[in-house]
Every structure is written in structure tokens, then in C-alpha cells.
């Protein structure tokens, strides 16, 4: 390994499995999780390797202004907040740890979805303030329903696996993949989803294609009335529709761990947050569905023995 030629810039937060493992191999760091993107643009130019969360965008203005970029590794899943077109006709590698969240985001998605068909929000509440309504809150059961993932790849394979106790029939629609079914899920077509969905679960990424994919357009095509899951990227889905279609009872339920907008004050001043967070049929979790503790860890172990792996290359 060229270690003297390698130096790494750490932009954000990450466990610290990641640096004992760069220090154990030899491999040049500054850890600086409080950088702005304008602190990160004054010093990148000194780097060869970018570690980065979601902090900032790596624009190709950004990957201009680092010219010994070789490099980047992000600690999650998706690569939306890097233009990967760009670094890649650059000669940057680009790394990412969508095994180390799978879990994570799987049992999230399915504690969400429970929690809308037993009305566990809305008792949970209703207990506290002194009402006891037993008929009111009724349940449905999982079992016996047909659950559609869209995309069937790390995420979408962990949601299928963690659904294989529940009594259902786990259908999976993947444009980029054919010949995946398998023990949990079996391939189908997206005219398959539409007909036969009573779940309807997202696991893709965010790209120019699947940006507002769900849009009225989309779900007026629905046989039945489905609950709905975005634990994916709030860029697919186009909020408003969603909520017509829940206020029309095509959509029983809506799931949402991610947000076209995220944040506060920015997402309190949208046109459709108000309206989510009346909705007792709607819940929201603040983007952490794959935030759990152990998938803090593994994110970081994942990412930093690929890191040492092609830096063993070079």
C-alpha cells in the first residue's frame, strides 16, 4: 500500500471503528466532522480521499476544486448527494455501505407499517389524554396480504427477508435486475404491483428517472387500496399526491421516514407539511430508519475495510 500518496479528509460524523482501522493500516487522515462544505472546499485540494455523510452536496464544482481526488466513500446507502456521472468520468472511485443500514431500514419500515394498521400513533394518544376507544381503534393483520417492494436490492432484499414470518406474499418489481426471485420474493412486472399490491413499499434510489415517480399519475393505477412506504428517498414521491390519495382512500395509511424537504424551519414552510402532520392515517420518522445504533457501527467496519481494500490497490 502507497500510503504516503494517500490522505483522507473526514467531513462527518462516523463511528470510531472507521479511524482505528485507518491508523491500524497506516493510512493518512484528519478527522473533521464539524467542516463546513466552505471549510471543506478552503483545504480539499490537500486531499486525495473524501469520506462524507450527507453534510453537503459533491457537486462537480466541489470535485473541480480538488484535483487529487481519487476517492470518495460515503457512509450510507445512496450516492445522490454526489454527482457520480461526474467523479466517475473524473477517475474517482466512489464507495458506498448499503449493507450496513439494510437492517436497519427494514425493521423500520415494518414497525411503521404495523403501527398504521394497528392504529398504535392514534391509541397511543388517545390513552394518554384520557380516552378509551376499543371498536375506534380495531386493527388489520399483516398476514394474507400481498406486500410489492420497488427494488429488489439491498434494502428491498432485507425488507423481503424480514417479512418471511408474517404470513405474506412478498411480490418485488426491480427495472435494472431480472432474475432475482427468490426464497422471499418473487419477480414480478409493475402492471403485477398495481393489480395485486396491498403494500406498497420503496427501495430505490434517487435518480433523474425515479424523481416524483409516485405522483397521481402512478397510483390512480392501483386496484385496491394499498399503505404506503417511502423509508427510500423523499425525492420520489410527490407529497401532495400522496395525501389526495390518502384523502380519497386509495392510500389507508402512508409511511414516511424521508421527505422531499427535511428539516426544520425549511419543512414547516412547505405547502403539504401542515397536512401530513394533521393526518392521523400519516407518520413520520426523521430520516432514520437506517440510523440505527448497530448500523452505526457496521456502516463504518463496511465502508472502511472497502476503503482499505482499494487503497491496497493502488
Known amino acids: 500500500m502507497t500510503t504516503h500518496s494517500t490522505k483522507l479528509l473526514i467531513v462527518d460524523d462516523i463511528h470510531p471503528v472507521f479511524m482505528e482501522k485507518l491508523q491500524a493500516n497506516d493510512i493518512a487522515f484528519d478527522y473533521k466532522p464539524a467542516f ?24 462537480a464544482a466541489f470535485i473541480d ?13 445512496g450516492m445522490d448527494n454526489i454527482d457520480e456521472d461526474y467523479a466517475i468520468a473524473k477517475g474517482i472511485t466512489l464507495l458506498n455501505a448499503p449493507e ?13 407499517l404495523l403501527s398504521l394498521m394497528n392504529n398504535l400513533n392514534r391509541g397511543n394518544s388517545e390513552v394518554k389524554n384520557g380516552l378509551w376507544r376499543r371498536e375506534e381503534n380495531r386493527g388489520l393483520e399483516l398476514g394474507g396480504r400481498t406486500v410489492a417492494l420497488i427494488g429488489y436490492g439491498n434494502n428491498g432484499q432485507a425488507m423481503a427477508r424480514k417479512l ?19 426464497a422471499y420474493a418473487t419477480e414480478v412486472s409493475m402492471e403485477e404491483v398495481v393489480k395485486r399490491a396491498d403494500v406498497l413499499s420503496l427501495h430505490i434510489p434517487l435518480t433523474r428517472e425515479t424523481r416524483s415517480m409516485i405522483d397521481d399519475e402512478y397510483l390512480y393505477h392501483f386496484r385496491k387500496p394499498i399503505f404506503f412506504l417511502n423509508g427510500a428517498r423523499g425525492g420520489i ?32 414552510d412547505t405547502d403539504w407539511y401542515s397536512q401530513l402532520a394533521q393526518n392521523e ?4 420518522s426523521p430520516h432514520v430508519a437506517g440510523w440505527s445504533v448497530e448500523s452505526y457501527f457496521k456502516i463504518a467496519a463496511i465502508l472502511v475495510d ?9
Open 164 to 182: 418471511s414470518g408474517f404470513g405474506v406474499t412478498v411480490i418485488a418489481y426491480d427495472k435494472y435486475k431480472t432474475g432475482y426471485s427468490d
Open 237 to 268: 414521491v410527490d407529497v401532495p399526491s400522496v395525501l389526495k390519495a390518502v384523502d380519497e382512500g386509495r392510500i389507508l395509511g402512508a409511511a414516511f421516514d424521508v421527505l422531499p424537504v427535511e428539516k426544520f424551519p425549511a419543512l414547516k
Open 36 to 59: 463546513t462544505l466552505e471549510d471543506t472546499l478552503l483545504r480539499i485540494s490537500g486531499y486525495t480521499g473524501l469520506v462524507i455523510r450527507s453534510k453537503f452536496k459533491v457537486d
Open 306 to 314: 472497502k476503503l482499505i481494500a482499494v487503497l491496497a490497490k493502488k
Open 100 to 112: 450496513g443500514n439494510r437492517d436497519a431500514v427494514g425493521e423500520h419500515m415494518i414497525g411503521m
Open 65 to 77: 476544486a480538488a484535483p487529487r481526488l481519487t476517492i470518495i466513500a460515503r457512509g450510507g446507502a
Open 281 to 284: 392515517r400519516i407518520i413520520l
